[in-house]
């Protein structure tokens, strides 16, 4: 199914669907990046789990109105997805003060933000990827002002359909982080990936970290915390 490798990323390979000018594979790896790629390794499997979470996640979005670039998942490892044109913008949504914005802004942790924080951050490795403003994006990211809009409404959305969800299964989402991408009639929908990697979850009981956090700060089983979310999603379906 596979043609020529387009991109190679920290987490996927991107290659082009044989026979098509439309629609791609992505190859979920078994690295584990963190720190803007400062701290990496590999684990046997992790792949398997991101793609896994993803095709329960993104079909779930599609049912409740948000657009994504999914369309099916083809093997342990691989999905088929609509080529997009990657808008160079990460949307990071924040329910609970967590991470980077606790540090930055000397926010304590687990404070709660009602209605939730949404932050725009430039996609630059070379810059580490910094936080911008609206005014910035349009500047940077090809985005209008109505296009920018629409995205935070979507990530705002996707916000409340994620937190059902991950309550559904006993999972805070504490913050996540998403990417947009253009179709070829121009329409802006959801690419990337939604999964562990991108996503900070917390047992609603125990407030146990369910995410990469535990690869970040070496608390725990990577793997074995990935498969009880898979295992959770896949239960509640």
Not at 115 to 130: G, I, T
Not at 137 to 148: D, I, M, Q, R, Y
Not at 176 to 198: H, N, Q
Request: hydrophobic share 40%; with cysteine.
């Amino acid at each position: 199914m596979k043609a020529e490798l387009l991109y190679e990323g920290k987490a996927k390979k991107v290659y082009r669907k044989e026979g098509t000018m439309d629609q791609l594979v992505l190859a979920y790896k078994n690295d584990a990046t963190a720190f803007n790629g400062k701290k990496k390794a590999s684990f046997s499997g992790k792949g398997r789990l991101n793609n896994a979470i993803s095709a329960q996640i993104f079909p779930y979005l599609l049912e409740n109105g948000v657009e994504t670039h999914f369309i099916e998942k083809i093997n342990e490892t691989e999905q088929l997805v609509w080529q997009t044109e990657i808008i160079p913008l990460e949307v990071v949504v924040r329910n609970l003060a967590a991470g980077s914005i606790t540090k930055r802004l000397a926010i304590e942790v687990k404070t709660p933000f009602d209605p939730p924080v949404l932050e725009l951050f430039y996609k630059d490795d070379a810059l580490n990827d910094p936080l911008i403003n609206d005014q910035h994006a349009f500047v940077l990211c090809n985005v209008t002002e109505a296009e920018l809009e629409e995205i935070k409404k979507t990530a705002l959305k996707v916000n409340r359909v994620l937190s059902e969800l991950f309550q559904s299964i006993n999972l805070k989402l504490v913050d996540f982080k998403l990417e947009f991408g253009r179709l070829a009639s121009g329409c802006i929908v959801l690419a990337d990936e939604i999964s562990p990697d991108t996503c900070r979850l917390w047992d609603l009981d125990t407030e146990e970290k369910m995410d990469k956090d535990v690869f970040r700060e070496d608390i725990g089983d990577l793997l074995g915390v990935y498969n009880e979310i898979l295992r959770r999603l896949e239960d509640r379906s």
